[in-house]
């Protein structure tokens, strides 16, 4: 089981090494172990969904493939013709937090971020003059505003992004001046790659 820290109070705090990531979930038949009580009496832990699910199910969890549950950072290392099915953009942004007109950079340097982009490009594609593609163009304007700001680390990606979506017009001359910087910047996390 995954070991847990204490606060200062003696509560249950931050969670060490969980012994899976639950991106990806799935049950046999039957019913649900019961998730609201224990969640209604856990102290605040960074990943609160994930701390539960490792609680509840780290005996009985069995590994799925990549192919079902791949994080970005590995999407390099995979062959173009075997792509997974389904890619978990880990950490708070995300790639639908990008203004699309800076995405260009990341689709020309085939950044983690490129698959859903290509898609996200597909699906408009798709539904071109009709209801549905403008009910996606709406859903996706707001989408550049979801998520909470957060004064911490792991939120500085997400909170460059949603900097950048507020400097309007201003934003692809900061990337542009930025992207001399680019080379302390992590591959695939900031538009300026």
């Given at each position: 089981m995954a070991e847990r820290g204490s606060d200062s109070s003696g509560q249950q705090g931050k969670q060490s090494d969980l012994l899976f990531n639950a991106g990806v979930l799935g049950?046999?038949?039957?019913?649900?172990?019961?998730?609201?009580t224990p969640l209604?009496?856990?102290?605040?832990?960074?990943t609160q969904e994930q701390f539960l699910f490792n609680e509840l199910y780290a005996l009985t969890a069995r590994r799925v493939s990549e192919k079902f549950n791949l994080l970005t950072y590995r999407v390099d290392s995979l062959d173009p013709n075997d792509m997974p099915y389904i890619i978990h953009f880990a950490g708070a942004h995300k790639p639908w937090h990008l203004r699309r007109d800076l995405a260009n950079a990341c689709l020309d340097h085939q950044c983690p971020w490129a698959a859903w982009f290509e898609a996200e490009q597909d699906l408009h594609s798709m539904?071109?003059?009709?209801?549905?593609?403008?009910?996606?163009?709406?859903?996706q304007r707001d989408a550049l505003r979801t998520g909470t700001v957060r004064l911490r680390r792991d939120h500085s990606g997400y909170n460059f992004l949603r900097l950048l979506t507020s400097l309007g017009p201003v934003a692809p001359f900061v990337v542009n001046v930025l992207r001399l910087l680019k080379q302390w910047v992590p591959r695939g996390t900031h538009p300026i790659h």
């Open positions: 049950w046999p038949a039957g019913g649900r172990r019961d998730w609201e209604g009496s856990l102290a605040v832990v960074d539904l071109n003059n009709t209801s549905l593609g403008d009910e996606l163009r709406r859903r």
